[in-house]
């Protein structure tokens, strides 16, 4: 069982490129978020979705677009990288119920992937 | 707006001796109270949560948990650590009534000594 998957593990990027972190997940999960860790900060909510066609911000949303076309995938995008997007970034999924998170569940997370923005 | 204070950003103890992680919130409602722990280069993985009910909670790997409503704290706890507990620990909390959001604390960094 793959759980939650991202891609890639590692990037490194000039300031002003594009680039899609890809996260999918295997089970039917509803809810899926992104979250970005900073030393010293814990992990802070970027977006999350509540299910296909449903996005909406987190904490810190500036700078990254996300879609949900899917159940399985929940693809952050970074139109113009800055150098303060440099973090380690972490998909997240869970159960919801009826469109709604069920915020006593437990999140599965991703293996990460750490970018770098030069 | 709810908050999590990790007082400790690095704990360091010996192993086979007990260890305590300290966690604060700040809410004006009811919350859900979670422990998660970090290992190099990994995810995050749930140790325990706090519902409701019974205010100590038993998670994996032996860890504990108190919630104290009136200090608004919900420590972590081990009566022995061991080397394979070396790893980054989370507090988090979620309202009740909030859809989608679990807040973070900053994290504490358990480092074993043998």
């Known amino acids: 069982n793959a759980g939650v998957t991202q891609t890639p593990k590692f990037q490194v990027l000039k300031t002003g490129q594009s680039m899609t972190l890809q996260c999918a997940q295997d089970m039917n999960h509803e809810y899926m978020s992104w979250y970005r860790q900073d030393p010293g900060m814990g992990l802070r909510l970027i977006h999350y979705?509540?299910?296909?066609?449903?996005?909406d911000q987190g904490e810190v949303p500036n700078g990254y677009n996300v879609s949900r076309s899917t159940t399985e995938d929940f693809p952050l995008r970074l139109l113009s990288a800055a150098p303060s997007q440099t973090s380690v970034y972490f998909c997240?999924?869970?159960?919801?119920?009826?469109?709604?998170?069920?915020?006593?569940?437990?999140?599965?997370f991703g293996s990460g992937t750490q970018l770098s923005v030069l | 707006a709810q908050s999590v204070t990790q007082l400790d950003s690095q704990v360091p103890v010996f192993e086979e001796a007990p260890v305590e992680l300290r966690c604060n919130y700040s809410?004006?409602?009811?919350?859900?109270l979670f422990w998660y722990v970090q290992y190099p280069n990994q995810g995050l993985q749930l140790l325990l949560k706090y519902l409701s009910g019974s205010t100590l909670v038993k998670g994996i790997n032996g860890f504990e948990a108190e919630f104290n409503k009136s200090q608004t704290s919900f420590h972590l706890r081990k009566p022995s650590v061991h080397i394979s507990d070396t790893a980054e620990y989370f507090c988090a909390v979620s309202r009740y009534s909030s859809a989608s959001k679990i807040i973070f604390g900053s994290g504490t960094r358990l480092s074993i000594r043998p």
């Open positions: 979705s509540v299910g296909a066609g449903i996005t």
């Open positions: 997240a999924s869970s159960y919801s119920f009826g469109g709604n998170f069920a915020t006593n569940e437990k999140l599965f």
């Open positions: 809410s004006s409602v009811s919350v859900y």
